[in-house]
């Protein structure tokens, strides 16, 4: 099919390339819109295909084939399609439409879908409705209550969340208290749990310190004592968990340092159980090495238990004693002991040594036409013979005594006569 196209078309009549026909106007000279062939044939094989399709035969004396024809086709094409006043009822497979159309997985979820007739809490589910925590058993969001001045912590039986505003917590008698009787900042939220016949507080403070409690029964009591956490806004003393503070204290009973502790009581060991420290009486501190006790400090005393030996040189500010102070050396090197007669060594040498020698007073005698015998005196010695250049014989000897110091005393030595 095809729109007019002769040369005397009306152009563009009906739009942009939709020619159209025109009347001829002798009186002014304007020409009639010519016809071809073409354009008929095409008007007539449109109309003729119309009546052919429907199965009709062209009659030339007919005129309503092609009405006809458009009402079989329509009849045709409705037979194979839905009727509206059915609404749906004639789809002949209906599982089938449904998967065709994406409804297969609503319809299997609809299958388990709660019916409008279920209720929640009493409230149906014909419309929309609305929920509280307490409807279907949960904790709500919101605070449930507030304790206050002159109230308790186990009013609060309500689980969820508590608000805690207590301008003075000495009102509240079960209000959370540290060990040292000090009570917890007293704003914050407490929150309660219930679990069978069980209930629970937590009590979170706004500065940071929590505590909690637990007990059995359907609601909360007031004896029932709190349990504070520690944590970075309450620190733990030594004292609290029973350890010594750094900057020192009191600890009760032995110290062991990598090891049990063998030698009990007050003691200090290290490495291995039995040495190390221990006190053994009022300012007795005894050390320890394998068990064997080998030294002793009593106050300005110190024993060594065991042979001591000095790798260097050992010095005393004071006296050296053995045998428990019955032999002693002093600075001054002199010795006490008994084997110097219960005295002094320089005093026992000064007393049985010869500290000096010397010759006493001399005693000349003339020998020359003398007869004698010089010096017969026990401890006297000649110490000089004198003669002159007559005759033979000596003329004189001198002699004196010998005499030794022992001590302060001086003696003449004994012996020596014929």
Known sequence: MHRIDTPTAQKDKFGQGKNGFTNGDPATGRRATDLNSDMWDAVQEEVCTVIEAAGIQLSKGEHTQLH?????????????????????????????????????????????AVPA?????????????????????????????????NGTMASANTPGWWRVAVSNSDTVADFPTYPDGSKLYSYGYLFVEKIGEVWFQHYYAHIGANAKRQDWGTVPNTSRPWIVDYNTANKPTANDVQALPIAGGRLNGPLSIGTDNAL?????????????????????????????????????????????????????????????GSSRMTS?????????????????????????????????VVTWNNAGSWPNTPGYVVTSVWKDYQGENIDGIAYAPLQKRVGNQWYTVQGGTV
């Open 117 to 149: 007739t279920r209720r929640i809490n009493s409230k149906p589910l014909s419309g929309d409705i609305t929920l509280w925590a307490s409807d279907v058993g949960a904790i709500s969001a919101d605070a449930v209550g507030e304790i206050t001045d």
């Open 68 to 112: 006809a024809a458009i009402g079989r086709l329509i009849d045709e094409q409705v037979k194979t399609r839905l009727e509206k006043n059915q609404n749906g009822a004639d789809i002949p497979n209906k599982p089938l439409f449904l998967q065709n159309v994406g409804l297969g997985e609503t319809i299997n979820l609809a299958k388990n």
């Open 264 to 324: 009990g009581g007050n003691s200090i060991v290290l490495g291995d159980n039995d040495t190390g420290f221990k006190q053994n009486g009022d300012g007795v501190l005894d050390v320890y090495s394998n068990y064997t006790h080998v030294f002793r400090f009593i106050g300005n005393l110190v024993e060594s238990m065991v042979s001591l030996k000095v790798n260097g040189n050992s010095v005393a500010t004071g006296e050296v004693q053995a045998g428990n």
């Open 332 to 364: 001054n090197g002199d010795i006490f002991g008994s084997v110097w007669g219960n005295s002094w060594l320089s005093l026992w040498i000064n007393n049985n040594f010869v500290a000096d020698v010397q010759l006493g007073a001399g005693t000349s």
